[in-house]
């Protein structure tokens, strides 16, 4: 594949997080770099049937204390994390109420479940109380996509409204759906990134297909690519960039933090069963890198996907391993042994962690990580944080089954961006 | 110079029949596919009818994926992919998988996975749950199974944009082909009959007891179904080289959001997708001589869409024929915007037009040419699909004869 063609570059100008660990992207590297954990017991919901559980919960949770006094009635929980991460990314990025009524601004959300917790309450008061009781509140947020119609609603946003579903590569994915949109012409603006709510109903399914490291048993291990892993933490939270084209992005006066420069997507048909599956990892780290018009030297620093799936993480290392064979190894994190899976969060909060840890110059050890596996190739992997002078990073979303994105970003002010569209002209 | 994008091949799964070409020769008889639901039992519910795909045998179009293992949904879209791929005639050994892509919209993916879960846990034996309830019920394995199930291992997504999700795909992979990412994409979408979506449907009043009648004075609303529909699309140049046919060329698409209210659209946004969509394709309301309406027969959408498309045609509006076959197939939701491309491509490719069935008085608020009742042959240049969901998702797609 030749690099993109598109003159348009697409560039970072806010960010919202919200998540077990920080409510702000500076807090969250912080607590990164200090190897905090979001992962604790669960306090969200009755884990009776399951037995003590731990889980990446965002406590506490308080939109009002974001948004104001105002009526979330309407709004499920799935929604309000989108929405307050939404609107921290607008009050980042500078993109006030009075400029969304002036602009078509866009969103575009990844996520695995949108509510499968709505769904499945609006279908047993159904079966319960009978149909002609089902809620029409919960059927209207009983659509996968309801978030990002709601977080349209919520703040004003006219512009495409696109949720793209593929598991826990969803956030990767729909930040390159974003940036094509931009790249096309077809958008000026768009919001883009992630959500997944914790809940009973998936953690009880993943639970059951024994994807999860065993809550409450003394050998259980969700420690990316240590050899003692036996599955993953489920997480929750909500990971938004704002997204905006580059040259109108600088004549806003708008705060540059990074651009992305690309990406690449492509599918295992194994599911994530076989070598396929590296070799997948591979191909897309390969069309992100071509996308951006780069060899592999070029990149520092990799945020992985891994979870701790004993399987996931030893391809997810294969494939980097392959895709960096002929270079020096760059530096490797895995911010979910700290915030756990966030399903279609994750891929944004990758994204955000790696760009933060550019800004700041360190990139977060990997915590817990004690005995890394045999002949899992990571040389790039450490336990403890490191100092970061590259300015290019990739960023790995890759699904459960088969679903693979990669991203390519750079870390960038405003001076330096005026000065790349100069040299490019 | 910018890619141009044919439509190659085309299958579909319905309510009133399986592949391109029962398909399109029931829907321009005018054969309704709705009746009783058997799916679950209705026996509380005010409405009783709904679009099933009776007799439908998945196992025919499964070789590599277990067809037990996987949800209706995912076995109706991989039936809709392999009849697609069958038509556009090409070898599937010539292409790079690679180089194969899918795009697929759902409104709920496999609901009868969790509506299963639900059962259970009603019943208090969540403990007969097993392993496949949360690998089956995600939405994405639906481009997923498509995918593995052809070895398509190119670019794969999944937008779960509701009942517009079939012309999202179809945006998101017209843009994939055009920036160079894929020589081949199948786009579409595919829903199953989900006992959610129809108590929803019924709870606000939405379903209508007997019959679908788009546009009708006396319509009452829309009919849950399911189904799936899967389009073949590649760059103009490569069918080209291997002699491929073409039913249509997609030139342009539109999407807006309504930003206004999650169930009640506002006819603005429908009013600036298709705006976009005509502007994407450089094309005037005066060329469109058909437009798939989205039409799915509530007293609000039928009258909403007639006055967005009277805001965006001016005079012109009177002059398109427009039709909807959700009164022959019912609300296919995910899969309803991909049936419809299909029937916008095959209304370009033959210059028929599907009609409204059931159609008898007009209403005064609705004074369009919905093609009542009789199939119409007539010239078709220029063909637009419309798409409206739930969460204000708006998307237009147009479609045109290929002159290469």
């Known amino acids: 594949m030749s690099p993109n063609q598109s003159s348009r570059r697409v560039v970072v100008t806010g960010i919202g997080v919200v998540s077990s660990l920080a409510d702000d992207p500076a807090d969250f590297h912080q607590a990164l770099i200090k190897g905090e954990s979001g992962i604790q017991p669960l306090s969200l919901f009755d884990t009776e049937k399951l037995g003590p559980c731990v889980a990446g919960e965002v406590r506490d949770f308080d939109p009002v204390k974001y948004l104001g006094k105002v009526n979330l009635r309407p709004v499920d929980r799935a929604a309000r994390l989108v929405i307050v991460a939404a609107h921290q990314a607008f009050l980042a990025s500078g993109w006030t109420p009075e400029l969304r009524q002036e602009h078509n601004v866009g969103l575009v959300l990844g996520t695995m479940f949108g509510s499968i917790h709505t769904i499945s309450s609006f279908d047993r008061r159904a079966l319960e109380a009978g149909p002609k009781y089902a809620k029409p509140f919960d059927f209207a947020n009983s659509v996968i996509n309801a978030a990002a119609g709601q977080t349209a609603i919520w703040h004003s946003l006219r512009g495409i409204n696109s949720t793209v579903a593929g598991g826990t590569a969803a956030g990767g994915q729909a930040l390159a759906y974003a940036t094509e949109a931009i790249r096309t012409g077809r958008s000026d603006a768009v919001l883009a990134g992630g959500a997944d709510e914790l809940c009973f109903e998936s953690l009880f399914g993943f639970h059951q297909a024994g994807l999860l490291a065993a809550s409450g048993e003394d050998d259980a291990c969700s420690v990316p690519f240590d050899t003692r892993r036996n599955g993953f933490v489920l997480g929750e939270g909500a990971g938004l960039l704002m997204l905006e084209e580059a040259r109108s992005a600088l004549d806003r006066g708008a705060t540059i933090l990074g651009e992305i420069r690309g990406h690449g997507n492509c599918y295992d048909c194994s599911r994530g069963q076989d070598e396929r599956a590296a070799e997948a990892v591979r191909r897309a780290i390969g069309l992100a890198l071509s996308d951006a018009g780069l060899e592999s030297e070029a990149i520092t620093a990799v945020s992985a996907a891994a979870n701790g799936s004993v399987l996931g993480d030893r391809h997810e290392a294969a494939g980097i391993a392959a895709a960096f064979a002929e270079v020096e190894e760059p530096s490797v994190t895995a911010v979910k042994s700290m915030l756990g899976e966030t399903l279609g969060a994750s891929g944004a909060f990758a994204t955000i962690a790696l760009l933060e840890s550019m800004r700041a110059g360190v990139l977060p050890g990997v915590r817990g990580l004690e005995e890394r596996e045999d002949g899992l190739g990571l040389t790039g992997l450490s336990a403890t944080n490191r100092e970061l002078e590259g300015r290019l990073g990739l960023v790995n979303a890759i699904g459960l089954d088969g679903n693979v994105a990669a991203l390519v970003i750079e870390r960038m002010n405003a001076q330096e961006l005026a000065q790349r569209i100069v040299e490019t002209a | ?404």
């Open chain 2, 1 to 404: 110079m910018q890619q141009r994008i044919a439509v190659t091949g085309i299958g579909a799964v319905t309510p009133v029949g399986a592949g391109r070409q029962e398909v399109w020769e029931n829907l321009l008889a005018g054969r309704c596919g709705i009746s009783q639901v058997e799916s679950f039992d209705t026996a509380n519910y005010s409405v009783h009818v709904g679009a099933e795909i009776k007799d439908f045998d998945p196992t025919p179009y499964f070789s590599q994926l277990d067809v037990s293992r996987v949800g209706r949904a995912s076995q109706l879209a991989v039936a809709a992919a392999r009849q697609a791929v069958a038509d556009a005639g090409f070898d599937v050994s010539s292409i790079e998988p690679e180089r194969a892509g899918v795009v697929m919209g759902t409104t709920s993916g496999e609901p009868r996975e969790v509506e299963l879960f639900d059962d259970h846990y009603v019943a208090g034996d969540l403990e007969q749950v097993g392993p496949e309830f949360i690998t089956r019920y995600p939405c994405h394995v639906i481009a997923g199974h498509v995918a593995s199930e052809l070895q398509f291992a190119g670019v794969n997504v999944m937008i779960p944009a509701a009942c517009a999700a079939g012309n999202y795909a179809l945006a998101h992979a017209f843009d994939v082909l055009r920036s160079g990412r894929a020589d081949v994409m199948l786009a579409g979408g595919a829903d199953s009959f989900s006992r959610i979506t129809y108590t929803g449907f019924a709870r606000l009043g939405a379903i209508a007891p007997e019959v679908c009648q788009p546009f009708d004075l006396h319509r009452k609303g829309m009919i849950p179904g399911e189904g799936a529909a899967v389009l073949v699309l590649e760059p103009l140049e490569r069918v080209l080289a291997r002699g491929g046919k073409i039913y249509a060329e997609m030139t342009g698409y539109g999407l807006s959001c309504d930003a206004h209210h999650m169930t009640a659209a506002h006819p603005d946004g429908a009013a600036r997708a298709m705006s976009g969509a005509l502007i994407d394709s450089s094309r005037k309301p005066e060329d469109v001589g058909y437009i798939s309406a989205h039409g799915t027969g509530t007293p609000t959408n039928d009258r909403q869409e007639t006055s967005a498309v009277k805001k965006v045609f001016g005079d012109a509006a009177y002059n398109v024929p427009m039709s909807s076959i959700k009164s022959m197939i019912g609300h296919t939701m995910g899969a309803a915007s991909a049936i419809e491309a299909a029937v916008c491509a095959l209304a370009v490719a033959t210059d028929h037009i599907p009609p409204t069935a059931h159609f008898k008085d007009q209403d005064p608020e609705c004074d369009l040419d919905y093609v009542p009742n009789e199939a119409r042959e007539q010239r078709v240049e220029v063909a637009m699909n419309n798409a409206y969901a739930f969460g204000g998702n708006n998307a237009s797609v147009i479609f045109e004869k290929c002159q290469p």
